[in-house]
């Protein structure tokens, strides 16, 4: 049985920083992808980055370039967003996600993470 458990939400200014953390049990991902979407209130659930668990490639959504920065640490079997310059359109529960062969789409990940509240005030 596969569980992600996420922790490092919290409550931060504007310009500030947060780095969230992704813990995996249960098994390795190889080639497939794990992610961190987002989801808003009212909105729906966006993709933010991935990184493929092999190689170490990262893809962000171009409203997160250059201020976030996804990685993992495979011996902890942990992905992490690090999160810099944060603007309260940022402010969302963010998941995190794993073993897809893709990249954007919600649907093609397995498993999910029950979610971490940032909210990042003006």
């Known amino acids: 049985q596969v569980q992600l458990v996420e922790s490092g939400g919290g409550y931060v200014q504007t310009g500030g920083s947060l780095r969230l953390s992704c813990a995996a049990s249960?098994?390795?991902?190889?080639?497939?992808?794990m992610g961190w979407f987002r989801q808003g209130p009212g909105k729906e659930r966006e993709f933010v980055a991935a990184?493929?668990?092999?190689?170490?490639?990262?893809s962000y959504a171009d409203f997160v370039k250059g201020r976030f920065n996804i990685s993992r640490d495979t011996a902890e079997n942990t992905v992490y967003l690090q999160m810099n310059s944060l603007k309260p359109e940022d402010t969302a529960v963010y998941y995190c996600?794993?073993?897809?062969?893709?990249?954007?789409?919600?649907?093609?990940?397995?498993?999910w993470g029950q979610g971490t509240q940032v909210t990042v005030s003006s």
């Open positions: 249960g098994r390795t991902f190889s080639n497939y992808k």
């Open positions: 996600a794993a073993d897809s062969p893709y990249i954007i789409n919600p649907g093609d990940y397995d498993y």
């Open positions: 990184i493929t668990w092999s190689n170490g490639r990262r």
